[in-house]
Each structure stands twice: as structure tokens, then as C-alpha cells.
């Protein structure tokens, strides 16, 4: 199960909101300073609770945290980072969970207690290093966030009804394909393009 699709099913099992996360003030700091943290540990607790206090103590939430404490969901989350993903892992990170506030602590906070092998994945994500995949969706083709660069793309799998167009600026379609089933396809995005959009086919990754 992809990552996309793993984060999705938390966030309907446990049904939680931003609001279910209690918090220490009604404007919390931005970032979670190393002595809000050690303030926030006990001696004689677990690694568990310790971070549960700082998870409180800050404006972070997780997906599914609403039904389960922050250190198993930060645990879930280490699980998602070592499975196979719809989208990179450091993608993920920085799209998806870096832009929440007290973020980019709490994340290396939690890293470092439950899966200290993926501090390369949240630095790669932090520096913004990472390679970006696409998923359903239409792109405007250029450099910059939220845009598809051109370049060689392929998608592998068990493809099925996968779509995929290449439109002008005016939107005037340059080229696509639908193919019914495949195991792989490519496609190269041209600096003239002006939208990708493609449709079930997966993640498209620059070909190295």
C-alpha cells in the first residue's frame, strides 16, 4: 500500500481533527525549541510518553492521532517511510507534513527516538534535495513548487485505464495516450508544454 493511499486510511479509521489535539496555550510558539523539549521530558517516563508531552506542547498533529497516543502515530509513521510509496518519502515529508506548524521539530524529534535510519529522508525533505514524483493531476510544466519540470518521465506497474495528455499553454493537445493495460510507460515532458495531466497511472519519476 502506498503512502498516499496508507495516510488516507488513517485519516478515516481514526476520524480525528486538528481540534482532537489539546494544546498548552491559544497561540503556541512556532517551533518546538530544544528547551521547550527537555522541559517537556521526564526522567522516569518512556521514550513514549516523553514525546507525547512534546507533541502537546506544540501546534504538530498527526494523522490518527486522534484514536491513538502521538508516539504510535509517529511509529505509523516511521512503518509508511520503509513501504513502498505512490510519491517519495522525502516528497511526502515536505509536502505533507513539513508545511504543519512545529513541524520539522517534532518530525526530528520523532525520527530520531523511533526510526533514526530515515534522518536522511528528513534532511533530504528539510533541504528540499529530494527527487519529485507525480501523481493524478494536472501540472503546469516549468521550474518552481507545485510545477512539473520538463523532462523524461515513467510510470511502472500494473497499469490500468492510465491517461496521460500533453497540452499547450492555451490548452490545445500536443500529444497523449490511453492505454488500457501496461506494465510500463514513458513520456517526455517538452519546456514548450504548458500542462501535464495525467489520470490513474500512478507516479511518474524522472528517468535517470
Known amino acids: 500500500m502506498g503512502i498516499v493511499a496508507a495516510a488516507a486510511a488513517m485519516v478515516v479509521l481514526s476520524g480525528c481533527s486538528r481540534g482532537a489535539v489539546a494544546k498548552k496555550s491559544a497561540k503556541p510558539s512556532p517551533t518546538v525549541s530544544a528547551a521547550a523539549v527537555e522541559g ?34 509517529m ?14 518519502r522525502a516528497q511526502w515529508l515536505a509536502e505533507k507534513e513539513l508545511v504543519k506548524e512545529d513541524g520539522e521539530a517534532v518530525l526530528e524529534d520523532g525520527i530520531a527516538r523511533f526510526c533514526p535510519a530515515h534522518a536522511k529522508t528528513l534532511k533530504a525533505a528539510v533541504d528540499g534535495s529530494y527527487e519529485r514524483w507525480f501523481t493524478d493531476g494536472t501540472y ?15 510510470t511502472t506497474g500494473a497499469l490500468r485505464d492510465c491517461y496521460w495528455e500533453r497540452t499547450s499553454r492555451s490548452g490545445e ?3 497523449n495516450q490511453f492505454a488500457t493495460s501496461a506494465q510500463e510507460v514513458r513520456v517526455t515532458v517538452r519546456a514548450r508544454d504548458g500542462q501535464f495531466t495525467t489520470r490513474r497511472c500512478g507516479s511518474w519519476k524522472p528517468v535517470k
Do not use: H, W
Open 140 to 154: 503546469e510544466v516549468g521550474s518552481g513548487p507545485d510545477k512539473m519540470p520538463p523532462g523524461s518521465y515513467r
Open 173 to 175: 493537445i500536443l500529444d
Open 75 to 88: 511509529k505509523r509513521y516511521c512503518e509508511l517511510l520503509g513501504e513502498d510509496e505512490l510519491e517519495s
Open 40 to 73: 517537556n521530558e521526564s526522567p522516569t517516563a518512556s521514550p513514549e510518553e516523553d514525546f507525547n508531552a512534546i507533541v502537546l506542547g506544540s501546534s504538530f498533529y498527526f494523522d490518527g492521532q486522534g484514536t491513538a497516543s502521538a508516539a504510535d502515530a
